[in-house]
């Protein structure tokens, strides 16, 4: 690892001040999983490192005053999967981030970090869009910016969070009334590894047991994680029979653009991630409390 010179933000204007003062040369750092790894493969190879976990008030979840609710930046991905109100309002987020590696990189890594990220191979973010969920950005001066979390994700391992902005949170809606919900990840390797194919699926049946309104994101099929949504059209004021929902996710594969690795090739993959929307709206639909 190269070496570089640690600074410890006390609170968020600190941060700020630090990332005027030493610019490109910076990287933040909250968990630290992601950077540290990414300095030692020589990829990230800043001259200062800016650490924001010890600033205040940046680690709690609470319900918002509309219903959302509102994950700070600094909370670690187990605090997450295991929060109560996570656990009741927002079962889908705390499914995804229960599947993030293993307890002890859970422990350490945080939600901000792992967005600002923008590893195509998360778990969180296909829950995280499908939800509709949106993040909060901060930069100097009080000025905050709220993005939809399917605009965050640009491009490999790149994001939408601008010069001298810092993920200061995470603001998610409860699914629907009625609705169910279902994350799937398909790895033929070991439980913490990245998957094949991973697939969110929110999915409302109206009264008369058909496709109110549904949202499909899947991940690590493409440079970023993607909406399926010629499916959710296909899908949407369908009655959910087992033809209409095969029918729909037939469309994924052209939806999708996967790259060749270890994990599989680009053609399995567009195959899984058929299978795996198939599955995923069949389990959100055993979820709903209306069918």
């Given at each position: 690892?190269?070496?570089?010179?640690?600074?410890?933000?006390?609170?968020?204007?600190?941060?700020?001040?630090?990332?005027?003062?030493?610019?490109?040369?910076?990287?933040?750092?909250?968990?630290?999983?992601?950077?540290?790894?990414?300095?030692?493969?020589?990829?990230?190879?800043?001259?200062?490192?800016?650490?924001?976990?010890?600033?205040?008030?940046?680690?709690?979840?609470?319900?918002?005053?509309?219903?959302?609710?509102?994950?700070?930046?600094?909370?670690?991905?187990?605090?997450?999967?295991?929060?109560?109100?996570?656990?009741?309002?927002?079962?889908?987020?705390?499914?995804?981030?229960?599947?993030?590696?293993?307890?002890?990189?859970?422990?350490m890594a945080t939600v901000g970090g792992g967005l600002a990220h923008g590893d195509p191979n998360q778990d969180p973010p296909p829950a995280l869009i499908a939800l509709g969920a949106s993040v909060e950005l901060s930069s100097a001066n009080g000025v905050r910016r709220i993005l939809p979390a399917e605009d965050l994700f640009v491009d490999y391992f790149e994001t939408d969070v601008r010069p001298g902005e810092i993920v200061t949170g995470l603001v998610a809606p409860p699914a629907a009334e009625g609705a169910g919900t279902a994350y799937m990840k398909f790895l033929p390797r070991t439980a913490d590894d990245y998957a094949t194919v991973s697939v969110a699926a929110v999915l409302t049946p109206d009264e008369e047991g058909k496709c109110g309104d549904v949202r499909i994101a899947l991940g690590s099929v493409g440079l970023t994680p993607i909406r399926a949504r010629a499916a959710e059209e296909a899908l949407r004021g369908q009655p959910l029979t087992e033809k209409n929902i095969r029918a729909a996710v037939a469309t994924v594969p052209d939806a999708v653009d996967p790259l060749d690795d270890h994990r599989g090739s680009a053609d399995y993959k567009r195959e899984m991630a058929e299978v795996f929307a198939r599955r995923a709206i069949i389990q959100a639909m055993a979820n709903s409390s209306r069918v």
């Open positions: 690892m190269i070496d570089f010179e640690f600074h410890q933000a006390t609170d968020l204007d600190h941060a700020f001040a630090l990332m005027s003062d030493y610019g490109d040369d910076s990287r933040l750092m909250s968990g630290g999983t992601a950077l540290v790894l990414q300095m030692k493969q020589r990829f990230s190879q800043p001259g200062h490192v800016i650490g924001l976990r010890r600033i205040p008030g940046l680690d709690s979840i609470e319900e918002t005053e509309d219903g959302n609710v509102r994950i700070g930046a600094l909370c670690s991905q187990r605090q997450v999967e295991n929060h109560p109100l996570v656990l009741e309002r927002l079962p889908l987020v705390a499914e995804a981030y229960r599947h993030v590696a293993t307890p002890r990189i859970r422990n």
